[in-house]
């Protein structure tokens, strides 16, 4: 039992440790990832776009940054007075796979009802 407790807390060290420098997760997420339906494109200078093979683009873009290992994004619906914005806590970042969970979400057109933490979601690289 000793064992497993502490083969347990060595990766979620290890883990932790991974996910730590904010600096390597920003550099790791540029490009183009896919999810379900939809595609977004990370920028070098912090802004993304959501589906950026339409033309014009007709979901959304933003702006982008990662703190304390979460990546957080911040956008404007059409219409609206003020800006929405998502948490996510990043579970795994590598060059191929995205995996993460949505932990708050603020602003305008909220989905009622959502329970957070949500579940966890995976996006691929695209390029």
């Given amino acids: 039992m000793r ?4 083969l347990l807390v060595l990766s979620f060290a290890a883990t932790a440790l991974a996910l730590s420098d904010d600096a390597a997760l920003s550099r790791r997420i540029l490009g183009t990832w896919h999810e379900y339906r939809h595609d ?5 200078d912090g802004t993304y776009l959501t589906d950026p093979a ?6 959304r873009s933003g702006k982008w940054r990662i703190k304390d290992g979460n990546l957080i994004e911040t956008w404007r619906f059409e219409g609206a007075q003020e800006d929405s914005t998502v948490v996510y806590q990043i579970i795994q970042l590598d060059q191929r796979v995205m995996r993460f969970r949505t932990l708050s979400q603020d602003g305008p057109f909220r989905p009622e009802g959502w329970k957070l933490p949500s579940g966890v979601y995976t996006r691929t690289r695209v390029s």
């Fill in 3 to 6: 064992a497993v407790v502490i």
């Fill in 40 to 44: 977004t494109r990370y920028f070098p």
């Fill in 54 to 59: 339409e033309n014009p683009p007709t979901l």
